[in-house]
């Protein structure tokens, strides 16, 4: 079992770094006392147990429990054989100084006080866990994204880090645009199905539609310019470290075309990465007449 200890000075990007491992399918644990770390150690470790990495935050929010981090530590590696990895997350005392005026949070060693006091002192109750952690992340300067990306490149094996999820989801432009995705196309240049009595009552999901919408003029030379600019950015985000990606595909009732083309998309980028397909408005009514488009 692997566990990681995520530690470190308040405001430095702790949460940011759990979700990080979280994505990637770790057991993870917000602001646990570290006298209950080999408690923790023992359940995973127990036969049957399916947690395999797990990832823990405990820092000065746990008071006078905190400072027994470091003799937990040796007793977890003694009774469990596990050696916690503890990762210090540090940053300059002006960027923490922002992140707290953002916020607008206290800060925990001052809750009615300055800041800047509060900041002071942690520093000080933290010198000792610093020296003893085996990575020292400092995030000053960086963006969200970029934590992310340096936490999973530092600390996660290329088969641990956690895999973009793409979903393809169809939607009818009169029922309204899905306002969680990132992208989105509009397909109802494309011959529409709902016009052929005998394809209405199908949908995208049904071959001789999808064999309808594949037979219209333009389609293949849009697929081939979509799916280039799927090529360049799918990967392009994955990079830059987004772990979810919302690609809307829209046709008017969101029945038919959108549908076939979601379908298709998320089968050919299946087989290269973690990918599906959804439809938000399949299952509405199609009798309303709809406007030639």
């Not at 333009?218 to 979810?244: H, I, Q």
Request: aromatic share 6%; glycine share 8%.
């Amino acid at each position: 079992m692997e566990l990681t200890i995520i530690t470190g000075m308040s405001g430095a990007g702790k949460s940011q770094a759990m979700g990080t491992f979280e994505d990637a399918g770790w057991f993870c644990v917000d602001n646990l006392p570290p006298g209950l770390l080999p408690a923790l150690a023992d359940l995973v470790l127990l036969e049957g147990s399916r947690v395999e990495r797990a990832a823990v935050v405990s820092d000065v929010r746990g008071g006078v429990w905190f400072r027994e981090l470091e003799p937990v530590l040796e007793r977890v590696q003694q009774s469990s054989g596990v050696r916690p990895r503890v990762v210090f997350m540090e940053a300059s005392d002006e960027t923490l100084l922002n992140r707290f005026r953002e916020t607008r949070r206290p800060h925990p060693l001052s809750p009615g006080g300055s800041v800047a006091a509060g900041i002071e002192r942690e520093r000080a109750e933290l010198q000792d866990v610093r020296e003893r952690a085996d990575v020292v992340i400092d995030t000053t300067g960086l963006s969200i994204w970029d934590l992310r990306r340096r936490i999973s490149e530092a600390l996660m094996p290329p088969d641990g880090r956690p895999r973009m999820h793409v979903e393809f989801v169809s939607f009818g432009y009169k029922h309204g645009v899905p306002r969680d995705a990132d992208l989105l196309f509009d397909v109802r240049f494309l011959r529409n199905p709902h016009y052929v009595p005998e394809l209405r009552p199908r949908t995208g999901l049904d071959a001789p539609v999808a064999e309808y919408v594949a037979d219209a003029p333009g389609f293949v030379e849009f697929l081939e310019r979509l799916e280039a600019l799927l090529d360049f950015l799918l990967p392009a985000y994955a990079e830059e470290g987004k772990t979810s990606l919302v690609v809307g595909i829209g046709c008017t009732g969101g029945r038919h075309r959108s549908v076939a083309i979601a379908e298709r998309l998320a089968r050919r980028y299946a087989r290269t990465m973690d990918a599906g397909a959804s439809h938000r408005h399949i299952a509405l009514p199609s009798s309303a007449p709809d406007p030639p488009a």
